[in-house]
Each structure stands twice: as structure tokens, then as C-alpha cells.
């Protein structure tokens, strides 16, 4: 679309759900369902903004929407005013005490205890919501299903047929223990549970030379472990072994990255209870990713 900065029409703040929305999705399709309005009226509306305010807000790349420089200020800007909207909301419609209910959550297995600190910071907010946790090796399918309301997981690609918000992408990097002092690993762990091609092509990429995977789990919990008991290594998320002073990375191995959604069912009015949870996850474990993703 092509901007002209001497030209700006006045600056609409409605015009703002329209950028939330996009950003969160990481597509105009996505922002579509989320707002419940047709893709083109998706695509006006974030021209219009980029007209008003001069500047590009997003850019294409590999058909994914990514934010630009800018747009990646105004996101942030934008969560704040967000946060004022729904504390406004809840000042004039009812205070989040008064929000009250269980919320059941499918979280991947693989992800480990990652975000299991953000769920619980929950009741900090909404201290009448209960939770009920169920670690699964697809929580996308289980939400599909509607044996959960809400799932958090890893994809490379948007969820289908859910309703879902990108909070943004894990790096993921082999690791090996400390201990090995420098050695090369004398084995390689692997995830046993169905994992998708680019993972496996990644990981099998990677092994040493002539060597292969000798040894798979399934479960983080099951990969750290066997890492840190010798030689081995492993593919792990890099925001948690990272922070375990016995883990360090390969160096001469390059990381990947796979993104994390929020999903809920799709067209299925949310209740109370899970929109403010729903809400909740999708402002606090995107800013837990993005930090993680900024060291």
C-alpha cells in the first residue's frame, strides 16, 4: 500500500482493535474471525491507520504477517491502551472479582512447566476463577473437540477450524550438559511423540556427523533430564535452559523457532470466566515471549 506522509487523515482509535487484532493473528484472515468482520474490511481498516499516522505498521514476509519497526512501538502502546479499555470496562460493568467460574486449559506437553507461572498469576487478577491444568501431546485437538476451553501450544502453522492468537515464537536449540566439558555428546534424544517435518528435519540436520538419534521421550521433563545425566543432547526450549546454569548450548548448531498459540473454540461466545482468562494469557505469556526472545 503506498503512504503519503503529507497527506494524514485524523487518527481513529477504533482503528486500534483492527491493529491489535492483525497483530495477534499474524494474518487478516485470522483478524477477521477474531473481529467477526469480512477480511477486506480488515485490510481498509489498517490502511486507513497507516495512512493517518504516515507510517508503515506491518510488513509481509514468507506470507506471515510481521510488524515493522514501528509497528512493533505502536503494539506496544496499543496493549497499554487495551489494558485501560478493559479496566475501564470493568470499572463500568464489573470488577474482575466479580468474575467467577473454571476454566479447563490443554497445555502441549512438550512446553514443560514453561508458562505454568503465568496461568497461576491468574487469580492474582481474577482470584474467583478456578483453573483446572491438563498437560496432552495436542491440546489444539482437544479444544477442537471442546473437551478443553482454552489450549496453549506449538505450530507452524495458524490452528484450523479454532479461534487463535499468536503470542509469539519459542526458540528451541540443542543443548548438552555442562559436564561434558567441552566434549562432543556421545548421544542424541529426540522428541517421540508425533512432532511435525520441519522439527524433524531440523533436529536430523543436526546430529552429529554419521550419528543419528539413538534415544527418544516424551516429555520435556524427560529430555532435560537426560541431557543432564552425561553426554547426551538434546533439542530444548531455549527460554528454560536457558536459564539452568548445568545446560548449555551447541554453539556450532543454529536454534529454531516454532510459534505459540492461544486457541479457543471457534464460534463459541466465550463465558466470563473464560474471556478474562482468555485475555488474561494472551497479554501476559506474549510479553513473557517476547522478554525470553530479547534476553
Known amino acids: ?52 499516522i504516515g507510517k508503515r505498521l506491518f510488513s509481509t514476509d514468507d506470507n506471515v504477517i510481521r510488524t515493522t519497526e514501528a509497528g512493533s512501538a505502536v503494539l506496544k502502546a496499543s496493549e497499554r491502551v487495551n489494558e485501560q479499555i478493559t479496566e475501564l470496562e470493568q470499572l463500568l460493568y464489573g470488577t474482575p472479582e466479580g468474575v467467577e467460574g473454571t476454566v479447563k486449559i490443554a497445555v502441549a506437553q512438550g512446553l514443560g512447566d514453561a508458562f505454568i507461572q503465568d496461568i497461576l498469576a491468574l487469580h492474582e487478577t481474577h ?45 528451541i536449540a540443542m543443548y548438552g550438559s555442562t559436564a561434558r566439558n567441552g566434549q562432543p555428546p556421545g548421544t542424541w534424544i529426540g522428541w517421540s511423540e508425533y512432532a511435525p517435518k520441519p522439527f524433524i528435519d531440523w533436529v536430523n540436520g ?22 543432564l545425566a552425561g553426554g547426551a543432547a538434546a533439542p530444548l526450549w531455549c527460554m528454560l535452559a536457558d536459564a539452568n546454569p548445568r545446560l548449555e548450548r551447541l554453539a556450532a548448531i543454529e536454534a529454531h523457532y516454532i510459534a505459540l498459540w492461544l486457541v479457543s473454540p471457534e464460534g463459541l461466545k466465550r463465558q466470563p470466566a473464560h474471556e478474562a482468562t482468555w485475555r488474561f494469557l494472551r497479554n501476559r505469556i506474549a510479553e513473557h515471549v517476547a522478554a525470553a526472545d530479547r534476553g
Not at 503529507?6 to 477477521?32: C, E, I, K, T, Y
Not at 552429529?208 to 527418544?216: P, V
Request: hydrophobic share 45%; aromatic share 6%; glycine share 6%.
Open 206 to 227: 543436526h546430529v552429529g556427523e554419521g550419528e543419528s538419534i539413538s534415544t527418544k521421550v516424551n516429555s520435556w521433563e524427560a529430555l532435560q533430564s537426560a541431557v
Open 127 to 171: 482470584p474467583r476463577v478456578s483453573i483446572d491444568i491438563v498437560s496432552v501431546a495436542n491440546p489444539m485437538e482437544l479444544v477442537a473437540e471442546r473437551k478443553a476451553d482454552l489450549g496453549i501450544g506449538d505450530a507452524y502453522e495458524r490452528p484450523e477450524r479454532l479461534e487463535s492468537a499468536l503470542l509469539g515464537n519459542l526458540e
Open 1 to 52: 500500500m503506498t503512504l503519503c506522509k503529507n497527506a494524514r487523515s485524523p487518527f481513529r482509535w477504533d482503528d486500534l482493535r483492527f491493529f491489535l487484532a492483525v497483530a495477534q493473528a499474524g494474518s487478516l484472515l485470522g483478524a477477521s474471525k477474531i473481529l467477526q468482520v469480512d477480511r477486506t474490511t480488515v485490510a481498509r481498516r489498517i490502511d486507513a491507520l497507516e495512512r493517518s
